[in-house]
């Protein structure tokens, strides 16, 4: 008799975000949901069940440059590596990533590409709300950036 293989439900939290800017990108990250809301583009943020229920998530994000030979160079190109549950897992993360001692995690990185450079690496930290935020409200939920 065959086994049934169960496929475990990935989860999610929706960052609300905008950029600004075609070769030099400001990236403004908004706020943590558990859901969608109304926002038309959230980003995506895989999570486990820890993570899910919260109060406070960082986020790892790696910024980096792209160049190309038949286009301008684009700075400020951002990725969301890991969202973890401490700072001082960003903070070990944070500095794996910008040593390059980080274990790959069996994906492509952007940042690794031949006409890819890392530029740094971002630490930010949101209290996790059920709806996105309005950014006129950000002080409610982002914590810090650093």
Known sequence: MAKIRTCETKKFLYLSYT???E???KLDLHSLSRTQG???FPHTVEVDDQLLSAKEVFLVVVRYTEASSRGPTTYGNWTVYRAVGTEAEARWLQDAILKKTIPKKGQYEQWTGYFEELET???HAFRVTEE???PEFLQSTVIYHY
């Open 19 to 21: 950029t600004k800017g």
């Open 23 to 25: 070769t030099n990108i």
């Open 38 to 40: 109304k926002t038309f």
């Open 121 to 123: 690496v971002e630490i």
């Open 132 to 134: 996105p935020v309005d």
